[in-house]
């Protein structure tokens, strides 16, 4: 039987962290919550991840855009930050399990020759103990983030794309 081909999607959010880690699980928190406003419909693919894999460079082979989003126990001024990523082709950005965002964008630069614009959304926790659910503070800092990344997403893709479809279909906004 032959090897299914991967679907493939223009814009990606993957959220990745470990929600067993209590903040960490920040990433896909912030998935689950897009995903009543960008999930169908938008031909936006949601993902979480336990971690970035080098694997995940053969299904994001035809995207245009990426934005991923990530606990850091570093301080932000605002709780989060979004971070332009840039490709970087260094046998240290990854390994064999677990990849580095600019590691990534440098494997899908190198392997298919696509360097998609993509985001790094920083989300600040506070408590990475073991156990499940996110702290107070995280999952406000988290819901912010959410909300910003669905007003980006209907600002540079969704509606870009439906007024290119209204043009091409003859129609006017």
């Not at 800092?141 to 209204?166: H, L, P, T, Y």
Request: glycine share 10%; charged share 25%; proline share 5%.
């Amino acid at each position: 039987m032959p090897a299914e081909k991967p679907q493939l999607h223009a814009t990606w959010i993957i959220g990745y962290g470990n929600p067993h880690r209590k903040d960490d699980g920040i990433g896909p928190y912030v998935v689950e919550q897009l995903s009543a406003d960008l999930g169908k419909g938008t031909g936006i693919a949601l993902r979480s991840l336990h971690q970035l894999d080098p694997v995940l460079a053969e299904e994001l082979q035809g995207a245009e855009a990426l934005i991923l989003v990530d606990a850091t126990v570093e301080p932000l001024e605002r709780g989060l930050r979004w971070t332009r990523v840039q490709p970087k082709q260094d046998l240290s950005a990854c390994d064999t399990h677990h990849l580095q965002p600019e590691g990534l964008a440098g494997l899908l630069e190198v392997l298919y020759q696509r360097s998609p614009a993509m985001w790094l959304v920083s989300v600040q926790g506070n408590d990475f103990g073991f156990g499940e659910g996110l702290s107070l503070e995280a999952q406000e800092k988290a819901e912010r983030a959410s909300s910003e990344i669905v007003q980006f997403c209907w600002r540079e893709f969704i509606d870009k794309r439906q007024g290119s479809i209204n043009d091409v279909a003859g129609g006017s906004r």
